[in-house]
């Protein structure tokens, strides 16, 4: 009996022991669908899985060290774990990988379990093949209906048009045919005695009509020429083609990328700047080719891969080496927005100082449409434009329609501090504002405070 029990927990104990092993050789086997979502989090911005970035190109990781470096998982774990700590313990093959890349420091993850690592490198062994896109098209029979219908009201309409035509020709031979009478009877000499034979006789009996319809088109050609004048420089809506295509929607709208970012001479300078392709290639050094899901009507992934192309070519940057080759040159933008010469704007006066005053001095005039950044309130929603188009006049009057109805925000620091001593002066001098002080009333309507 005894023999028996003991042999019984002989038998439970190495059931035990292998289903321990499978559990983990079963977690660590990963979960490839699993290892997207976290790969395209943690590694995606250096790696990719079949080209070299910052960083070697992971498809088929886990099989290549097998074979060419007998290396196994625990290694990968240590690796990505905490790679600073294994090159400083002296493995060889760390130090060559580390040595290989340019010393580019990579990224520490200890917060990833050993299940989160083997999921990732289940991914770059067997990525799971993307579900095809559903695009939205109808069928043979709708297709030929619509077809059939669009052809039958062409019909009509060639059929319409061609009895009014056959209507008109029928009046005017009637027409015809009545002149033809008329000038056969005594009624036509009576008729010709009136008429007038040529334009002196024509001027001499209407003249005062004449005269008064002279002057009326004076008045119209001088109007023509003023109004022509005065928008001499007025290119709301002009929005030229750019030698490289760049899609704020994509940028500012779906990435949700902050306009100072790329414009940071807006916060700081008179002009907002045009960025230098070393802030394009803050990012696009590692995003070669468009991921995103908004595709632009008339566009197509391959065009933007293009003009990320173009970027490279301009920058000098060697997508497969990963290193600048020192030809550049540069690109030719076209500009959008350009003040006057005899014009003084200062972006970082409005950005800094007038941000909340400007921000809530056109949502006030626009409950409808808000704005919640400050840019958008002179050059429209940016963030839902293509191609970007003047979205104002940017006129003087508007300009100081602006400064008329704009309220000083006295809660900023540098206003609360720098007009401290005027306030109440302010509120005296312009009482019917109810207390409320517009930037006319600081100096907005001198001439000289734009023109110099």
């Keep these: 009996m005894i023999r028996w029990i003991n042999h019984c927990k002989s038998r439970l104990l190495t059931l035990g022991l292998f289903?321990?092993?499978?559990?983990?050789?079963?977690?660590?086997?990963?979960?490839?669908?699993?290892?997207?979502?976290?790969?395209?989090?943690?590694?995606?911005a250096c790696h990719a899985?079949?080209?070299?970035?910052?960083?070697?190109?992971?498809?088929?990781?886990?099989?290549?060290?097998?074979?060419?470096?007998?290396?196994?998982l625990d290694w990968l774990y240590k690796?990505?774990?905490?790679?600073?700590?294994?090159?400083?313990?002296?493995?060889?093959?760390?130090?060559?990988?580390?040595?290989?890349?340019?010393?580019?420091?990579?990224?520490?993850?200890?917060?990833?379990?050993?299940?989160?690592?083997?999921?990732?490198?289940?991914?770059?062994?067997?990525?799971?093949?993307?579900?095809?896109?559903?695009?939205?098209?109808?069928?043979?029979?709708?297709?030929?209906?619509?077809?059939?219908?669009?052809?039958?009201?062409?019909?009509?309409?060639?059929?319409?048009?061609?009895?009014?035509?056959?209507?008109?020709?029928?009046?005017?031979?009637?027409?015809?045919?009545?002149?033809?009478?008329l000038q056969q009877s005594e009624e036509l000499g009576s008729l010709n005695s009136t008429q007038v034979?040529?334009?002196?006789?024509?001027?001499?009996?209407?003249?005062?009509?004449?005269?008064?319809?002279?002057?009326?088109?004076?008045?119209f050609a001088l109007y023509g020429v003023w109004n022509s004048l005065m928008w001499i420089g007025v290119y709301k809506g002009y929005k030229p083609e750019q030698p490289i295509y760049f899609s704020h929607k994509i940028h500012a709208g779906e990435n949700k990328i902050d306009c100072q970012f790329c414009h940071s001479g807006a916060k700081y300078g008179k002009v907002s700047e045009i960025p230098s392709l070393n802030v394009c290639m803050n990012c696009h050094r590692n995003i070669s080719e468009y991921k995103g899901k908004y595709i632009e009507p008339g566009k197509s992934k391959e065009f933007y891969d293009g003009e990320i192309k173009k970027?490279?070519?301009?920058?000098?940057?060697?997508?497969?080496?990963?290193?600048?080759?020192?030809?550049?040159?540069?690109?030719?933008?076209?500009?959008?927005?350009?003040?006057?010469?005899f014009v003084y704007f200062n972006h970082s006066q409005h950005v800094i100082v007038g941000e909340q005053a400007i921000i809530s001095s056109y949502n006030k005039k626009n409950p409808d449409a808000p704005v919640d950044v400050v840019c958008k309130a002179c050059h429209?929603?940016?963030?839902?434009?293509?191609?970007?188009?003047?979205?104002?006049?940017?006129?003087?009057?508007?300009?100081?329609?602006?400064?008329?109805?704009?309220?000083?925000?006295?809660?900023n620091g540098y206003n609360k501090e720098y007009f401290q001593g005027l306030h109440e002066k302010l509120k005296k001098q312009y009482p019917l504002s109810e207390g409320k002080i517009t930037v006319d009333a600081i100096g907005g309507m001198e001439c000289g405070k734009c023109h110099y």
């Excluded at 970035?53 to 992971?58: D, Q």
């Excluded at 040595?99 to 200890?110: C, G, I, L, R, Y």
Aim: proline share 3%.
């Design 19 to 44: 289903l321990l092993v499978a559990a983990v050789t079963h977690a660590q086997e990963g979960d490839p669908v699993a290892g997207k979502k976290l790969f395209e989090t943690n590694c995606a």
């Design 49 to 72: 899985l079949d080209k070299q970035l910052i960083g070697p190109a992971l498809g088929g990781v886990v099989e290549r060290l097998k074979k060419d470096e007998n290396i196994g």
């Design 79 to 181: 690796w990505i774990k905490d790679n600073k700590s294994l090159r400083a313990s002296g493995n060889k093959y760390a130090n060559e990988v580390f040595a290989k890349f340019n010393k580019s420091e990579m990224q520490v993850f200890p917060n990833l379990t050993n299940q989160d690592i083997s999921n990732i490198l289940a991914y770059t062994s067997n990525p799971p093949k993307e579900e095809p896109k559903v695009e939205e098209s109808t069928t043979g029979t709708v297709a030929s209906g619509d077809g059939s219908d669009q052809a039958s009201l062409n019909s009509k309409v060639m059929i319409g048009a061609l009895f009014t035509v056959i209507g008109l020709l029928v009046w005017l031979l009637a027409k015809l045919r009545q002149l033809v009478k």
């Design 197 to 219: 034979r040529s334009f002196g006789e024509l001027y001499a009996r209407y003249h005062y009509a004449g005269k008064a319809l002279l002057g009326i088109l004076v008045l």
């Design 311 to 341: 970027i490279y070519e301009h920058a000098g940057w060697d997508s497969e080496t990963q290193k600048y080759t020192g030809k550049t040159k540069p690109v030719e933008w076209v500009r959008i927005h350009n003040m006057q010469d």
């Design 380 to 411: 429209g929603k940016v963030d839902t434009m293509n191609v970007v188009q003047m979205a104002n006049d940017f006129t003087m009057g508007w300009c100081i329609e602006c400064h008329r109805t704009t309220e000083v925000d006295m809660n």
